[in-house]
Every structure is written in C-alpha cells, then in structure tokens.
C-alpha cells in the first residue's frame, strides 16, 4: 500500500497541491499536517507512520516535509527500514525500495553526521559571544541582543531550546520570556521554507 504524507507549515498555506501530486502517485490514504517540521509532535504524521505496515511505502512530495534536519530524515529512514517499510520523495526522485535509493540515503547519513558538526562549531561560536561579554562560565540571567541573535542563529540549525539555553548562559525559562515558543517556531519554519525554496525545482527521477 502506498501512503501520502503531505505537510505545510502554517494554516494559512494550502495543502492542495502536495494531495494532488499523492493522488496522482496511487497513494491508497494520504494523512497530512499543518505544522513546522521542527515540531517533535505531529498528528498527520504519527498517524501514518501507525497505520503503514511491513511492505507499505511512505510517500511524501518533497523530503522535507517529513523534518527540517537531515539527521530527523536519516533516522526515520532507518526507522521505516527496519520496520519493512519504504520511502519515496516524488520531487526529488528517491525510492529507498531501489539500489540507489539506498545509496542515497547512505549519503545523506554521512551528511547528517557533517550537519551534527556544524552545530558542535555553531555552538562554539555562541560559547564564544558568551565570553566576548564577560562571562567564562556558569548562567547569566540577563539576556542580551548578542545572546539573543546566537539563539535564533541555533534555532535556525535545528537546535531545540533546552539545547540552546545553557550553551548561550540563560535558563530555559530565561530563552522562553525572550523568545517565547511560537516565535522559536516561526523562526525554525522561516528556516526550513527557505531551505525548501532553494530546493524547490524538481529533480530528475534517479534510475
């Protein structure tokens, strides 16, 4: 059985064209979300990754939609893998049921893990604005406009709050009354729409 997930990011944007391409697809039930992929919890998607057993694909119309990071996209790769499932990406021509879709995917693990170090060293540079200020160790309450733009830089890297809190000097709550959880999304989605923006000319289909 074939599966659509569909997914925008805010209610205002139209899921219509990502149901269309599924439909077009074959996909036998088709579950979708409006939601930021940086969202640990969505509905549509839980859904069908419970509903989609052994030799049932997933299909999806951009990767994307499935998560914002690469590590989120390889890990649930390797969830759907073990559990007998496949997933294919009709934009960008990926099908995990074929050789080089499986190739791919070991790219993109060796990817995730080079995105995994280019948030250690975005860390560092928070660290490094910390200290520019004066601070060397331990939390700080105040929140400054340096500390401010290193959050949504980290933000927009994929890092949750509760990663991003310590490594700029504040508390979690401190992070929140500055960046209060609805912001952090839109500036995680704004990330993630230009990201799929940049990418948006479909590829060819691999063979």
């Known amino acids: 059985m074939l599966i659509g997930y569909a997914r925008?990011?805010?209610?205002?944007?139209?899921?219509?064209?990502?149901?269309?391409a599924l439909k077009e697809a074959g996909c036998d039930r088709t579950f979708s979300d409006k939601a930021s992929?940086?969202?640990?919890?969505?509905?549509?998607?839980?859904?069908?990754l419970s509903h989609a057993r052994e030799g049932d694909?997933?299909?999806?119309?951009?990767?994307?939609?499935?998560?914002r990071t690469m590590k989120g996209l390889v890990d649930l790769a390797a969830e759907l893998a073990d559990r007998g499932i496949g997933l294919r990406s009709i934009t960008d021509g990926i099908d995990t049921a074929g050789t080089a879709?499986?190739?791919?995917?070991?790219?993109?693990?060796?990817?995730?893990?080079?995105?995994?170090?280019l948030v250690r060293e975005r860390t560092t540079a928070a660290l490094i604005v910390a200290r520019s200020e004066g601070r060397v160790g331990g939390r700080k309450k105040v929140m400054t406009p340096k500390r401010i733009e290193a959050a949504r830089k980290l933000l927009a890297s994929g890092m949750s709050a509760r990663e991003i809190a310590p490594t700029i000097g504040v508390s979690v709550a401190t992070l929140y009354r500055h960046l209060p959880a609805p912001e952090q999304e839109a500036i995680?989605?704004?990330?993630?729409?230009?990201?799929?923006?940049?990418?948006?000319?479909?590829?060819?289909?691999?063979?």
């Not at 704004?190 to 289909?205: F, L, N, T, V």
């Open 8 to 20: 925008v990011s805010t209610a205002e944007q139209d899921l219509t064209p990502q149901l269309v």
């Open 37 to 48: 992929g940086a969202k640990a919890n969505r509905t549509g998607l839980a859904e069908a």
């Open 57 to 67: 694909v997933l299909v999806v119309w951009k990767l994307d939609r499935l998560g």
């Open 101 to 117: 879709g499986k190739l791919v995917f070991h790219i993109m693990a060796a990817m995730a893990e080079m995105e995994r170090d």
């Open 188 to 207: 995680s989605a704004e990330e993630m729409e230009r990201d799929g923006a940049a990418g948006a000319s479909p590829s060819k289909p691999m063979k």
